[in-house]
Structure formats: C-alpha cells, structure tokens
C-alpha cells in the first residue's frame, strides 16, 4: 500500500556530484523517519543518512561534509545532494520511510526500489 520511488542515480567521475530523490505514495497516516542506505557488491546494507523527528538529521563519518539529506514534508520526499564524490561510495542507494500508514497501525519500514551510483576512479 506503500510504494517509495526513487531515482538521481547514475556514473560520475571522482570528485563529480550527484542528487537522489525518493517519494512515497499510498496510505501514509505520519512519518516517523526518512533515510538513505546503500550497499555495495559483497557488503552489508549500512546507512548513509537519516532523518528523524524535528528534522534532525544524522551522517555516517565517511560522507560527512560531503553529502546533505533533506525532506520535503508536503511531497513525502527526501533527498540527498552527494558531492565530492570517491570510487568507495560506489553502490546501490535505497531511500527508507518509517511511518504508521493508518493511526491504528503498527509502525513499519518501507524501502525504495535502489538506484545505482558508480563513481570511476
């Protein structure tokens, strides 16, 4: 019932930028959290940024500096402007919501379809 879309993703050379955006669609009742994840071939899912309540955001030490997440409330969207782009932030992207999607609902996770960032060397 809830669907995230996601897209921004594609090749850019080291040091390059790139801006992924994700919305969510379907029965939203509140969001608790948005974010972004990413995973490279071989490696565990980690995550990359979030944001939760009051819009208080967090990075992973690598991509502080470097990347900013932001949310747009009345689209159900977030964002993440990925600048000085390094061969290691190479991997698949996937967006996250955290919300009750009735008032009576249990709270769950919902997740992108992933969006492919290669950074050359």
């Known amino acids: 019932q809830v669907q995230l879309v996601e897209s921004g993703g594609g090749l850019v050379q080291a040091g390059g930028s790139l801006k992924l955006s994700c919305a969510a669609s379907?029965?939203?009742?509140?969001?608790?959290?948005m974010g972004w994840y990413r995973q490279a071939p071989g490696k565990q899912r980690e995550l990359v940024a979030d944001?939760?309540?009051?819009?208080?955001?967090h990075y992973a030490d690598s991509v502080k500096g470097r990347f900013t997440i932001s949310g747009d409330g009345a689209k159900n969207a977030i964002y993440l402007q990925m600048n000085s782009l390094k061969a290691e932030d190479t991997g698949a992207y996937y967006c996250?919501?955290?919300?009750?999607?009735?008032?009576?609902?249990?709270?769950?996770?919902?997740w992108g379809q992933g969006t492919q960032v290669t950074v050359s060397s």
């Open positions: 379907g029965s939203i009742f509140r969001i608790n959290a």
């Open positions: 996250y919501f955290r919300l009750f999607p009735t008032n009576w609902g249990r709270e769950s996770d919902y």
């Open positions: 944001i939760t309540v009051g819009y208080n955001t």
